[in-house]
């Protein structure tokens, strides 16, 4: 079965310092891979999606991730956090073979001055 | 742009009151979502719906329904609302490309 694992609920970092957020699967075909982004009392929105070819892929707001697949890792970075960047953070997986996502737990960065 | 709308952003009810959820999505997508979100749990599914008139339960189905009559409509049911149902419910429709889902604003319910 799928899963996906987020290292840390809780991630600081100071304001121009590099983030980076982790993100581990298991899976036993080639993944789908996605980071979503939620600000408070707001739904999720898509920030990255790795689907075929390219193994870094951007996103929108500076932020970029990774698919290793030797490491079965995901890690979402961006190399100078900004205030607004504080949200809460969901890394997801689809092998294709149905509708759904399986989700990590997430992980709250917190934006320090 | 995918548009998911939410009837409403807060709600406040009562224990034991029947409470709706509805969700709007404009993309004529066939497949959409109820989750519930809770600190420190992310998101669970509640129940999820591959097609009009057609659903399946996800991970913590009980206490809720759901209602498929329109392709663009998908609706959360409370059949009697108790505390433990107190928090933020998603619904979310799923596009063609990958399984991508796209998601409302959000319904943060507090039942008294």
């Known amino acids: 079965a799928q899963s996906v694992t987020q290292l840390g609920s809780h991630v600081s970092v100071s304001e121009g310092a590099l983030v980076l957020l982790r993100c581990n699967y298991s899976s036993s075909v080639p993944p789908y891979l996605f980071w979503y982004v939620q600000y408070p009392n707001q739904g999720l929105q898509l920030l990255l999606k790795?689907?075929?070819?390219a193994t870094l892929v951007k996103g929108i707001n500076g932020f970029e991730a990774e698919f290793k697949k030797s490491e079965t890792s995901f890690h979402l970075t961006k190399p100078s956090a900004h205030m607004s960047d504080a949200a809460e953070y969901f890394c997801a997986v689809s092998d294709g073979s149905n509708y759904q996502l399986i989700w990590g737990a997430g992980t709250k960065l917190i934006i320090k001055p | 742009d995918v548009k998911v709308t939410q009837s409403s952003r807060y709600l406040v009810k009562r224990t034991g009151e029947k409470v709706f959820l509805e969700c709007v999505q404009d993309?004529?997508?066939?497949?959409m979502f109820w989750y519930r979100q809770d600190p420190g749990l992310g998101l669970r599914l509640i129940y999820f719906s591959y097609d009009v008139k057609m659903k399946e339960k996800g991970d913590i189905p009980e206490g809720y329904s759901v209602s498929r009559e329109k392709k663009e409509r998908f609706s959360l049911i409370l059949e009697s609302a108790s505390t433990n149902q107190t928090s933020m419910y998603l619904c979310?429709?799923?596009?063609?490309?990958?399984?991508?889902?796209?998601f409302g604003p959000g319904t943060r319910l507090t039942v008294l």
């Open positions: 993309m004529d997508h066939e497949n």
């Open positions: 790795y689907t075929t070819g």
């Open positions: 979310a429709s799923r596009g063609t490309d990958y399984n991508e889902q796209f």
